[in-house]
């Protein structure tokens, strides 16, 4: 991974540093993105532990001591189909194949443990895709699907990299315009 030594790692509820730290980055990853969810410590805070859960599966990215990045896993349709929720890498850490490298291993464990699938919902809350501000309600949803571009770098496009479709969207999930871009992956052993 261009050069760098970047070590995978389960964040446990015990490994407290690590979760605030996790706290902090997502906090920061997603403040750009207008992010409705994740305005204050406190609810980076909450995120993080649920996703530490022992029944969900939260992997961490460190490089030496640093977490650099992590992501968050549940079951979503019984243990076939599970939710990638959520993925944040530190803003300074960005476009060193972190994000990739978290991805991929995470989907490798759910291979192994049985699983058949991963879905993903990609909110667009200020405008970084041409679904943004569409008639996503009207009868041309497909054809604004089908003819998505990307506007300013919002990341549906970083999961088609990775193998994701998008499969629909929540046309106002976030209020008027502002859509969820439903992405989803089969896994193969
Ligand atoms: C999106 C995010 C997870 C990507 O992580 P990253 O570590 O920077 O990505 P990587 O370096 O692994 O990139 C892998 C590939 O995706 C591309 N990519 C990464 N982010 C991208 C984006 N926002 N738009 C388009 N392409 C992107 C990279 O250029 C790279 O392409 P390449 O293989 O052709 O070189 C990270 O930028 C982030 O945390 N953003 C803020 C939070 C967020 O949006 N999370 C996802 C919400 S669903």
Same mark, same amino acid.
């Given at each position: 991974?261009?050069?760098?030594?970047?070590? $995978? $790692?389960?964040? %446990?509820?015990?490994?407290?540093?690590?979760?605030?730290? %996790?706290?902090? *980055?997502?906090?920061?990853?997603? %403040?750009?993105?207008? &992010? @409705?969810? !994740?305005?204050?410590?406190?609810?980076?805070?909450?995120?993080?532990?649920?996703?530490? #859960?022992?029944?969900?599966?939260?992997?961490?990215?460190? *490089?030496?001591?640093? /977490?650099?990045?992590? +992501?968050?896993?549940?079951?979503?349709?019984?243990?076939?189909? !599970?939710?990638?929720?959520?993925?944040?890498? %530190?803003?300074?850490?960005?476009?060193?194949? *972190?994000?990739?490298?978290?991805?991929?291993?995470?989907?490798? @464990?759910?291979?192994?443990?049985?699983?058949?699938?991963?879905?993903?919902?990609?909110?667009?809350?200020?405008? #970084?895709?041409?679904?943004?501000? &569409?008639?996503?309600?009207?009868?041309?949803?497909?054809?604004? +699907?089908? &003819? +998505? @571009?990307? *506007?300013?770098?919002?990341?549906?496009?970083?999961?088609?990299?990775?193998?994701? @479709? $998008?499969?629909?969207? +929540?046309?106002?999930?976030?209020?008027?315009?502002?859509?969820? $871009? /439903?992405?989803?992956?089969?896994?193969?052993?």
């Amino acid at each position: 991974m261009k050069g760098m030594s970047v070590n $995978i $790692i389960e964040l %446990a509820p015990a490994n407290e540093n690590l979760l605030e730290a %996790a706290a902090r *980055i997502l906090l920061e990853a997603f %403040a750009p993105s207008g &992010s @409705r969810e !994740w305005q204050t410590v406190k609810a980076c805070r909450h995120e993080v532990t649920q996703c530490a #859960r022992p029944e969900y599966l939260c992997l961490g990215a460190l *490089i030496g001591n640093e /977490l650099a990045g992590w +992501i968050g896993f549940r079951p979503a349709y019984g243990e076939y189909t !599970w939710e990638l929720h959520p993925l944040a890498v %530190a803003p300074d850490r960005e476009g060193m194949g *972190i994000g990739r490298a978290l991805v991929l291993e995470g989907e490798r @464990r759910l291979v192994d443990s049985g699983a058949g699938g991963v879905v993903l919902g990609s909110d667009d809350e200020s405008g #970084r895709t041409s679904l943004a501000g &569409s008639d996503l309600a009207g009868p041309d949803l497909f054809d604004h +699907i089908r &003819s +998505i @571009r990307n *506007i300013r770098r919002h990341p549906y496009e970083f999961y088609q990299k990775l193998g994701y @479709r $998008i499969v629909g969207v +929540i046309p106002d999930a976030n209020g008027p315009g502002k859509p969820d $871009i /439903l992405m989803w992956k089969r896994l193969v052993r």
